[in-house]
């Protein structure tokens, strides 16, 4: 196969590219620990690795945290916004600038396809212009005590912050973290993920060239158990931003409680998309299909759970029982609309699921099957995949599979539907799908979730507060919200007579 793309054509020929990073990024610079210790980073769309990445210890973890301490207290919490600013904002162009090199990396590593790497380095490029705008705005507030006094709040750096990185969206999540916590002042620490490495030791790099001083962005990659562990058991860490499963999340929340470590958990999901009969039905089609399968479903946001008004139900589901047929699998770097699921052991989970839910004889209406790649027989695939008719306290209506699995529940009304919705022990978004203006925004303050998108499924962007009620987690990120998490207020009164 040959592409307009030297990178792609390199690696269709050769199974690698030769600018993949090597070792941890510690104090400015790549840096290969004593042990040597690699792991193989794994191509889903092939099974098979591409390359191999720094494998680190706990020794790793507190190099790094020293270094963004250093640099946190002698020079980045001091330094003037403005200053911090010109440094985002050129990240952000350089991102821009190298857009494709990226895009190819991401997609590679995780397995989505090359469009959504696109949209996704965009987004992270976007999210580091939107905070360099917000460097010099984060305002304190003055407090009326009366003339024989001066009281004000000013908003301060909370130190060293830790960003837990998945492996869904890895250049994304990490840019929607760590660009508010430089524009607060804060250093940071990130472990990406051990599926996926290398686009946050490329915005390491990349970081630096825009002249972030040395050690105020670290990172070190290797498995949860050795860093991520250490990490939010460290003395040094004053902030943790995770991002991942629920059963995780409880354990970084009891490390941090050691320390009495704030932290900011954006956890599992089964978010539902509600279709009522006045809606408008393309629109609506669009937005569930994008809602589930864009990244193979591998979204915390995805909406895994279709509550449809019963009068729209046949033939809604008909129209996109053969739009879900329709869709293409393949490898990333062909840009299907479908790619691989992340790993072997998670199309194992996935499929766990589905095999279940055809032993209780449940009503599978597209897909319920493992595959491969149609072009090369290899990779890890799970069809497109709809389930009709599931009672709202089978596992698939409650469970996250973080897969392409739509399970699709029948409401008598909008009310019924807001039951539905609610019915579950997560809360980060819901969809609604309505032309009636009261229904739609009735039903959102109804609905227990951090976010809900009304007549556009993933509508907004780094502009609007993201995070989760109930298991979904807590604290926002995105937003001047996001940036407030990696702050704390300081309040001065001062008697002046």
């Given at each position: 196969?040959?592409t307009?793309n030297?990178?792609?054509?390199?690696?269709?020929?050769?199974?690698?590219?030769?600018f993949l990073?090597?070792?941890?990024?510690?104090?400015g610079?790549?840096q290969?620990p004593?042990?040597n210790?690699?792991m193989e980073?794994?191509?889903p769309?092939?099974?098979?690795?591409f390359?191999?990445?720094?494998?680190?210890?706990?020794?790793?973890?507190?190099a790094?945290?020293?270094?963004a301490r250093s640099?946190f207290e002698k020079s980045?919490?001091d330094?003037?916004p403005v200053e911090?600013?010109?440094?985002?904002q050129?990240a952000s162009e350089?991102?821009?600038?190298?857009?494709?090199?990226?895009?190819i990396?991401?997609?590679l590593d995780s397995?989505?396809?090359?469009?959504?790497?696109?949209g996704d380095?965009k987004g992270?490029?976007?999210?580091?212009?939107y905070?360099?705008?917000?460097?010099?705005?984060?305002?304190?507030?003055?407090?009326?005590?009366?003339p024989?006094?001066?009281?004000?709040?000013?908003h301060e750096?909370?130190?060293?912050?830790a960003?837990?990185?998945?492996?869904?969206?890895?250049l994304?999540?990490?840019?929607?973290?760590i660009?508010?916590?430089l524009a607060a002042?804060c250093?940071v620490?990130?472990?990406p993920?051990?599926q996926?490495?290398?686009?946050c030791?490329?915005?390491?790099?990349l970081?630096?060239r825009?002249?972030?001083p040395?050690?105020?962005?670290?990172v070190?990659?290797?498995?949860?158990l050795?860093?991520?562990?250490?990490l939010?058991r460290?003395?040094?860490?004053?902030?943790?931003?995770?991002?991942?499963?629920v059963?995780t999340?409880?354990?970084?929340m009891?490390?941090?409680?050691?320390?009495i470590?704030?932290v900011?958990?954006e956890l599992?999901?089964?978010?539902?998309?509600?279709?009522?009969?006045?809606c408008?039905r393309?629109?609506a089609?669009d937005g569930?299909?994008?809602?589930i399968?864009?990244?193979?479903?591998?979204i915390?946001?995805a909406?895994?759970r279709?509550?449809?008004e019963?009068?729209?139900?046949?033939?809604f589901?008909?129209?996109?029982?053969a739009?879900?047929?329709a869709l293409?699998?393949?490898?990333?770097?062909?840009d299907p609309?479908?790619?691989?699921?992340n790993?072997?052991?998670?199309?194992?989970?996935?499929?766990?699921?589905v095999s279940?839910?055809k032993?209780r004889g449940?009503?599978?209406?597209a897909?319920?099957?493992?595959?491969t790649?149609?072009?090369?027989?290899?990779?890890?695939f799970?069809?497109?995949t709809?389930?009709?008719?599931?009672a709202a306290d089978?596992?698939?209506?409650?469970?996250?599979v973080?897969?392409?699995?739509?399970?699709?529940?029948?409401?008598?009304?909008?009310?019924?539907?807001?039951?539905?919705?609610?019915?579950?022990?997560?809360?980060?978004?819901?969809?609604i799908y309505?032309?009636d203006?009261?229904?739609?925004?009735?039903?959102a303050?109804t609905i227990?979730?951090?976010q809900i998108?009304?007549?556009?499924?993933f509508?907004?962007?780094?502009?609007v507060p993201?995070?989760g009620?109930k298991?979904?987690?807590f604290?926002?990120e995105?937003?001047?919200?996001?940036l407030?998490?990696y702050?704390?207020?300081?309040s001065i009164?001062?008697k002046?007579?």
């Amino acid at each position: 196969m040959t592409t307009a793309n030297p990178f792609i054509d390199t690696y269709f020929k050769t199974g690698t590219l030769d600018f993949l990073p090597e070792g941890h990024f510690i104090d400015g610079a790549f840096q290969r620990p004593s042990h040597n210790r690699t792991m193989e980073s794994l191509d889903p769309g092939r099974g098979e690795a591409f390359g191999t990445f720094t494998a680190g210890t706990a020794d790793d973890a507190a190099a790094a945290v020293d270094s963004a301490r250093s640099a946190f207290e002698k020079s980045w919490r001091d330094t003037a916004p403005v200053e911090r600013a010109r440094i985002l904002q050129q990240a952000s162009e350089l991102l821009m600038a190298e857009l494709e090199r990226f895009a190819i990396v991401e997609s590679l590593d995780s397995g989505k396809p090359l469009n959504e790497a696109m949209g996704d380095t965009k987004g992270a490029a976007r999210a580091f212009a939107y905070y360099a705008g917000a460097c010099d705005k984060l305002e304190g507030a003055s407090f009326p005590l009366g003339p024989d006094y001066i009281c004000y709040s000013i908003h301060e750096p909370v130190g060293v912050a830790a960003q837990i990185i998945p492996w869904n969206f890895p250049l994304s999540t990490a840019a929607r973290g760590i660009a508010p916590a430089l524009a607060a002042g804060c250093a940071v620490v990130a472990k990406p993920a051990e599926q996926t490495p290398y686009t946050c030791l490329m915005l390491a790099e990349l970081l630096s060239r825009a002249g972030l001083p040395n050690g105020v962005f670290n990172v070190v990659t290797g498995t949860g158990l050795e860093i991520g562990d250490p990490l939010t058991r460290s003395t040094g860490i004053d902030h943790i931003t995770f991002t991942g499963s629920v059963q995780t999340g409880r354990k970084v929340m009891q490390a941090a409680a050691e320390d009495i470590t704030r932290v900011v958990l954006e956890l599992g999901g089964k978010s539902p998309v509600i279709v009522l009969e006045d809606c408008d039905r393309a629109a609506a089609l669009d937005g569930v299909l994008g809602a589930i399968f864009e990244n193979a479903g591998q979204i915390c946001s995805a909406g895994s759970r279709l509550i449809i008004e019963r009068g729209l139900h046949d033939s809604f589901l008909q129209d996109l029982v053969a739009r879900t047929k329709a869709l293409t699998l393949g490898h990333g770097l062909r840009d299907p609309n479908v790619g691989p699921v992340n790993s072997a052991e998670h199309l194992a989970k996935i499929d766990g699921f589905v095999s279940r839910a055809k032993d209780r004889g449940a009503s599978i209406v597209a897909g319920g099957n493992v595959t491969t790649d149609p072009e090369t027989a290899a990779g890890w695939f799970f069809e497109p995949t709809i389930v009709d008719a599931v009672a709202a306290d089978d596992e698939l209506a409650q469970e996250e599979v973080f897969g392409p699995v739509l399970t699709v529940q029948v409401a008598e009304d909008a009310e019924h539907a807001a039951v539905l919705a609610n019915d579950c022990q997560y809360g980060l978004v819901a969809g609604i799908y309505t032309s009636d203006f009261k229904t739609a925004h009735r039903l959102a303050r109804t609905i227990d979730a951090g976010q809900i998108y009304i007549n556009e499924y993933f509508a907004g962007g780094i502009e609007v507060p993201f995070g989760g009620n109930k298991k979904s987690g807590f604290g926002r990120e995105k937003g001047i919200e996001g940036l407030k998490s990696y702050c704390k207020t300081k309040s001065i009164a001062a008697k002046i007579s």
